[in-house]
């Protein structure tokens, strides 16, 4: 692994671990041992679940966990939890005692702040929060304006600019030597997006992390009169949507903060998380302008030799691939992305491997004008081929090639 520098520390590879709630508020010991193991497998820094500005949990805890999960043919492509939110977070007094073990790990610890969804609205109580972590041993400092905020309406401070600015230059101010990320929610446009990304930018963020998990709702249990299809409750509500189904938000939100900054000329690092299931997905988002990426659904559904394995592709892809740097490597994609308008086309069409072709019909059942059926044969015809793909998309046993002319 390289060593890459990162908000001032040198990090022995650009992978780490999103905030992850313990799956049970008991565990504090054995969720230390997570990170133990994070560690072990090469996970650059770690980084605490969220951290509440509430001083202590009174009474018996709550478990935090109950999963919902969404699948498309038998796989995981998504999960949430219907557990309380403020039950996700920790205590404040809890937090600290988090953070006071994790600094043996002998890694950069970040910490990720919330404030309870009564106080959030006051920039002031962020500070104070954060200048508490930064007290207790913190690293680096993660504002999560973004988790979905049940109790508040599905209101969420990171909807809100002039209040996301505000507690973003508040703890700037009150902690600045400490360096500050801002976790953005995914549930804005690209305009808004845009606002936020050089407001926060111009508060004196010196990191940005996307996507957090979208807010959504799990689907009904169609059998048996919409009731839920989980265990343990007795309904569900409004929650974040965990998983591979959130890749394409990390792209999207990765390359525009990217062109955001280059625009703004301004360096400060890009972290990107959400759906990473694959290592070539790690490349992926540094092409499209990420410094360091999070993995975590890719961890509870793979166990923590993932990060080993993410680390080992980027050693061999790299020397394979001739890159000297994770930094050489960042960003290469944009020279690509250029206006719709600007696009030039290439006649590409598509045809058929008739070894491989059993004359199904599949290709033949759909929008696409090319494919026919004459007897019991399959064909296509040029003239009307597109080369859209679809056919290859829908073929059961791989018998289209779509390739250009």
Known sequence: MLPYNFLGFKLKSPIWVASQCPMNPHTQEKHVELFENYVKNGAALVKTQMISNIKQRNGNPFHRVRMAYFENEGKPIGFCNLGRIEESMAYLDEGLSLIHKLKSLQVPVTANIAVHSRQFYNAKIWATLAKRIVAGGADIIEINLSCPNLRANLKIPGQDYGLTVDIVREIKRTVDHIPIIVKFTPDMNLSRLDRFTRGVINAGADGITVVNSPAAIAPPDIYHQGRPKFQGVSGYTYTAVHGPINIYLAYRFVTRIYQI??????????????????????????????????????????GYGFIEKCNNFLDKFMEKQGYTSYASMRGLSHKYIIGHLKVRYREVKARINYRKCTNCGACTRSLCLAWKKVGDKVLVDYEKCSGCGFCKLVCPVGARIVEEV
Do not use: C, D, F, Y
């Open 261 to 302: 900054m280059k625009e703004m000329k301004k360096k400060i690092e890009l972290t990107a998380t959400g759906g990473i299931n694959k290592p070539e997905q790690i490349v992926e988002l540094m092409m499209l302008g990420a410094s360091t990426v999070e993995l975590s659904s890719a961890i509870l559904l793979q």
